[in-house]
């Protein structure tokens, strides 16, 4: 048996488009695979910096609120500081670094942050348990 | 006096035909193309004196041949048989391969797809002249010019054929510079073969280190009938990329893949042997794999071509021709044809990457007509 004839009966035609069509996709696919390749990579790199990312924009968020509320100057009351700062430490997780607290109230631009956290710990609000981390403790905003 | 006569009529000298004659010229050819024309040395030379040892006239039933159970041709045939060889040689290919312009360009990627093309038009060819689905399918892998897949696929359907398809495929692979110039020439513009391709972009490590792995899955799922030719392939290049096992990779490619080379060359040439080469089956399988090969060449071109008229930025379609994989004869050629046009017009790296895909796409093919071949 002989050309088209023997092709058709051989089962020929399907062969060679079905084949032709499998390895054409498959290449397609593994070119798109590997031309994406490199975003993925710079993602997983770029990881830390895009989860701080997402945590500095979650407390912007809140600073946001905050700044509805904000006194133009340093609070001389014990309660009002606390109510001011209680936010940012449920926000920041207990225990927490204190320097972290620092920064994140002055970033948001509460007036004095420096001189607010001393008179909180000297209140007793913010806990040292050492090594710069604290905890807060106050009746009324736990 | 009869002891003499007897050695005597044992002796290859009494015991030569034609067809030896024939055969030995053959071999001589091909290391003469690869010593004194240097034309892929490294193949031609094992190939060509294989034959040379293959077509010396013996007794029968000495063990001695290759096709004699007891020999020791036949034991080191196996590794070719089996497709244990063209596996080993795909381990250090693969710690060769630097991927990385396939990397910064994969549109490329699909040059190496279209030069398959070949492959499927020469199985209907195969099928029409009258072969058998099983010879057709390795006869048409010719058209993929990677000599280890067409020796692996042809062990697995047509073992009776590795002598022809293996001397045939080789022999193209080594003709590039003559068969594929012309095609190129006859199918681009000066203007076309003029079109400079941008720099590519610096690879990154990890980027290299995770392709292997991502091309593995893609690639062996889709085919697992490919998995091992590709799965030494990738894993050859993953001990290079890695950056940890540079030994292991230092070792596949030189000393593990000349081994394979060297007992390939020598024992597909041995297979050659005169009363079971030459026959019309043979003659039709040279025929038919000048066409996969041009054709090959040919389909990589004009899909490049075809992407030109709707890619913004545009690809030389010479570049199509190293779709291919025979690495890197075509690259070379690609790249040579660039610069005879113009000095200045570097194409070698795109041209590797379209070769690279090549061999990933051969292998595919090869998957994908083993498994046909078992399903009908």
């Given amino acids: 048996m002989y050309g088209f004839e023997a092709i058709t009966a051989h089962n020929g035609w399907s062969m060679a488009i079905a084949g032709a069509s499998i390895v054409f996709s498959g290449l397609v696919i593994l070119s798109l695979a590997i031309s994406q390749l490199h975003k993925l990579l710079t993602i997983w790199e770029n990881k830390k910096n895009f989860f701080n990312r997402n945590k500095q924009t979650s407390v912007n968020s809140t600073e946001e609120v905050l700044d509805l509320n904000l006194p133009e100057r340093f609070p001389s009351d014990i309660n009002e500081a606390a109510r001011l700062y209680h936010p940012l430490v449920k926000k920041l997780g207990q225990p927490f670094q204190l320097v972290q607290l620092y920064e994140v109230s002055r970033k948001k631009g509460f007036p004095h942050p420096h001189l607010t956290i001393s008179l909180l710990r000297q209140a007793k609000v913010l806990v040292p348990e050492g090594d710069g981390v604290f905890f807060w403790n106050h009746p009324s905003y736990q | 006096m009869d002891l003499l006569f007897q050695f005597l009529s044992n002796t290859g000298y009494f015991l030569a035909d034609y067809r030896h004659i024939i055969m030995i010229v053959v071999g001589s050819v091909f290391i003469y193309l690869g010593t004194a024309k240097s034309y892929e040395p490294l193949l031609l030379v094992p190939i060509g004196f294989g034959i040379l040892v293959g077509n010396i006239p013996f007794f029968k039933g000495f063990g001695l041949g290759i096709y004699e159970s007891n020999s020791v041709l036949h034991y080191l045939y196996f590794g070719v048989t089996t497709g244990l ?60 010019a990677d000599g280890p897949t067409s020796i ?158 709707i890619l913004k930025e545009k690809i030389n379609p010479l570049l199509g021709a190293a779709g291919v994989s025979a690495v890197p004869g075509s690259a070379r050629e690609v790249h040579l044809m660039g610069q005879r046009e113009d000095r200045n017009n570097y194409l070698l790296m795109h041209a590797m990457a379209c070769n690279s895909s090549g061999v990933i796409g051969s292998a595919i093919c090869a998957g994908i007509l083993w498994s046909f071949m078992m399903v009908s």
Avoid: W
């Fill in chain 2, 85 to 144: 060889y063209p596996s080993i040689v795909f381990l250090g290919l693969g710690a060769m391969t630097d991927f990385s312009s396939l990397l910064a360009r994969p549109i490329l990627m699909l040059l190496g797809a279209a030069a398959q093309m070949g492959i499927y038009f020469t199985l209907l060819g195969a099928l029409g002249l009258g072969f058998l689905p099983k010879e057709a399918a390795s006869i048409a892998i010719i058209g993929g």
């Fill in chain 2, 152 to 309: 692996f696929l042809t062990a697995k359907l047509a073992p009776h054929l590795i002598g022809p398809i293996a001397i045939a495929a080789y022999s193209y692979m080594a003709l590039i510079p003559v068969i594929q110039p012309p095609i190129m020439r006859l199918l681009t513009t000066r203007k076309e073969r003029l079109i400079r391709m941008p720099e590519l972009r610096a690879v990154p490590k990890r980027e290299r280190i995770i392709f292997p792995a991502v091309a593995l899955f893609l690639s062996c799922f889709l085919a697992p009938a490919s998995i091992p030719l590709l799965g030494m392939f990738f894993f050859g290049n993953f001990l290079k990329e890695c950056g940890v096992t540079e030994r292991l990779a230092q070792t596949a490619r030189t000393s593990i893949i000349d081994t394979a080379t060297i007992l390939l060359g020598l024992t597909v040439g041995a297979s050659t042997q005169g009363d079971v080469f030459l026959n019309p089956k043979s003659i039709g399988i040279f025929f038919l794999g000048a066409f996969a090969f041009s054709l090959a060449t040919a389909s990589g071109i004009i899909f490049a071509k075809l992407m030109n008229l």
